[in-house]
Structure formats: C-alpha cells, structure tokens
C-alpha cells in the first residue's frame, strides 16, 4: 500500500497582534477503518509575544475507503522567533479514535527519506507564512529476502577480530545480533533481532539490516559499503532440515571398514567410527549416525549426508576434497576447530566457528563466530569458486 500525507498550510493568516500564523491539512490513506494519530512540534517553540502553537498532538478517523483529512489551525510558522522547522510524527492504529496500535505492516516516511528509509513514521518540515506542500510517503514494504550462509536462530555473536567473508545473519525474532570491536564483513550483516554494536565499529562492505534496530550505533556511524537500514522486515534463507531416526540399526562399522551403501533402513549406525591415520569414505547417500568419533579422514561422496545424534571430531580431523554436509541434531555445544569444507547443519545446538580453514554454510540456535579468525560462509555450489 502506498499512501501520501500532505501538510500544506494555508493562506497566509493574522493572529490577533497582527503575527503570522499557518494551518496544517493533512491528507492520507490508511487501512479502512483505521485512524492516524499525528504529533507535530517545532524544534524550538515560538516566543510567547506569538499568539500561534508550537505543538499538537491529533487523532484524525478514516473513513470506510481508509481516507483521512483533517486540519490543524493556529500554529507558529517557521519564520518566527526563534526560526525553526516543524517534526511530525505519524502512528496508526486499527478503528476510530487511535486506541489500538495497528497491525498493517506500513511505515511512513518523509519523501527526502524513502530511498534510505530514514526517520520512519517521522519528517521534518519548514512551515512558511505562505502555502506549504510537504509530502508523506506511508509504505507496506515486501520483505527483505537474503540468503546469510553463517545463520543463528537465537544468539548471534561475532568476536573481536573475525573476518567474516559472505553473509552472516539471525533468523530468530526471540534473539539477539553481537557484533564486537573491529569486526570486518565482506558481505553483508543481515538480522531479524536487534543488532548491538562495540566500538570501534565493524565495518561491512555491503549491507546491515535489521528487523529491529541497532544499539551502540546510528547507522550514520557504522562503515557500511551499501545500506544500514533498521526496522525492515527481513526473511532469511530457511535452515536445511533434520530427518527422523528409524529405530533398527545396522549395527557398529569399525574404522577400517566402508559402510553398507545405503538401502532402506541400512544407513542407521549405531557408531562409526574413524581412527586418526585412517581414511573411511562413504558412497553417496544418506547416512544416520548414533554416534559419530573422527580423528582420521572421512571423505564423502558428492551428495552425501550424514546426520548424528552424538558427535566429536578432533582438531586434526578432516572431510577429503568434496564438500560435506553434516547436520548435528543434539543439544549440546560444539566447537568447529578442525578443517571444513561444507555444510554444518545444528539447529538446536550451540556452535563455536573457531577454524581459519572453515569455508561454508552452518546454521545454529546460537553461534559464536572466531576471535581474530576469518572464516568463509558461502553455498556448497560456491566452494571452490569461491575459496581462495
């Protein structure tokens, strides 16, 4: 929905001392029905020899089609003593009367502020003695659809001194976005919660975006390569999903040995195993894990997935050259400090993304992102490409 608020003063008028004195007509359309509560006030009230208004606060009635109209007289033009510009602010709400907030997703700004959306549900005018025509733009926006390869549901924190290279973002409306001091993300930093900020500020070659706002910051202070936009409705990249258990198992596989290629219920293990100095590879399919140690190598072939219940890798541990996809569906907390190229998958666990030789997706309740560390958060299709 697109609506325009006008805030045109009238002919010039007299008070009763022979000053100047302007009215405001507002013009708009909301959702039927609804109502629109407007505050306006100039920076610095009008001396006391004027006998206009510094200050109002309205409700303006929609009526059946959402139009709304309605005059403000009486108010102090900006020339007065001391000369000042007028802020009016804009709530809407559902029915007559502004008595329950509303629930349309529609913003307004002033039309100097719509291409970076600042000063939501706000503008600031210079009302002249004479005619005054200043316009309101009020918006349903569409969501903001990006694609964050390094995704929370919850927590979200970025250490001191990480690099983070691609998109990294909170999908948890419950949650909360840290970025700490020095933090540089070539990419894009995109949150459905708030985002709060430790100087000396990261800074972002592409976008920040909140579904909420920025604490710590304005946006004018953040180094920011494209736009720092607060309160958007912002919808994330889904997390891949888990896969149920069956309850027969195949049984142990020790670490010399390949699995059973998987048909049917035969890629349920109860453990695997895999030894340091060893190398187990798995054929392409999907694997479900009870529990899962690697010291050694554990390649996998293209299209491969591996889902565990319990799981521990070393730091000297590694995935051979195809990319992997490992989803861990337990609770507890788990540190990625070992090479990884690929997809990790813990949605209901908390992840420490420690390792320099991370290049990938992981998906997390909470995730803790490095410290003075750089990490790589690209699609599985971009492995390689993208990869130094």
């Known amino acids: ?9 009238s002919a010039p008028a007299t008070d009763e001392s022979g000053g100047k004195v302007a009215s405001v007509h507002f013009a708009q359309t909301i959702p039927a029905g609804g109502s629109v509560q407007v505050v306006g006030a100039r920076t610095s009230p009008a001396d006391a020899k004027y ?36 802020s009016f602010e804009y709530s809407l709400f559902d029915g007559p009367g502004c008595n329950t907030a509303s629930t349309a997703q529609v913003t307004c700004y002033g039309t100097d502020d719509l291409l970076t959306m600042a000063n939501p549900n706000a ?19 569409a969501p903001v659809e990006r694609q964050a390869f390094c995704q929370a549901s919850g927590l979200l924190a970025i250490r001191e001194g990480t690099t983070v290279i691609g998109n990294i973002g909170n999908s948890g409306e419950g949650g909360q976005t840290q970025v700490q001091s020095d933090v540089h993300v070539d990419g894009s930093i995109l949150s459905v919660p708030t985002i709060i900020f430790s100087p000396p500020f990261a800074s972002v070659t592409q976008d920040v975006i909140s579904g909420s706002s920025f604490v710590g910051a304005s946006p004018e202070m953040l180094m920011v390569g494209g736009m720092a936009l607060e309160n958007q409705k912002i919808t994330l990249s889904p997390v891949p999903p888990l896969v149920p258990f069956p309850t027969t198992t195949q049984g142990s596989q020790p670490s010399d040995e390949m699995p ?24 392409s399919g999907i694997y479900l894990i009870d529990a899962l140690l690697v010291e050694g190598t554990l390649a996998t072939a293209p299209g491969t997935r591996i889902y565990v219940r319990a ?30 190229q690929g997809t990790f998958v813990a949605p209901n666990a908390m992840v420490s993304l420690e390792s320099d030789l991370f290049v990938g997706s992981v998906y997390a309740e909470n995730l803790i992102v490095g410290f003075r560390s750089t990490v790589q958060c690209v699609s599985q299709t971009q492995i390689g490409s993208e990869s130094p």
Do not use: H, K
């Open 1 to 9: 929905m697109l609506s325009t608020v006008c805030a045109c003063s």
């Open 123 to 141: 503008s600031v005018e210079t009302l002249a003695p004479g005619p005054n025509s200043n316009d309101v733009a009020c918006i349903t926006p």
């Open 51 to 86: 006998r206009c208004v510094s200050e109002f606060d309205t409700c303006l009635n929609a009526d059946e089609e959402g139009n709304v109209a309605g005059t403000v007289d009486g108010l102090c033009p900006s020339e007065n003593v001391p000369q000042s510009d007028w």
């Open 311 to 340: 799981l521990s890798i070393s730091a000297d541990a590694s995935f051979g050259s195809s990319p992997a996809f490992l989803a861990y569906e337990g609770t507890g907390s788990f540190s990625i400090d070992f090479e990884f």
């Open 260 to 283: 059973v290629p998987p048909t049917g219920t035969d890629n349920f293990y109860t453990s695997l195993t895999v030894r340091p100095g060893t190398t187990t590879t798995l054929e």
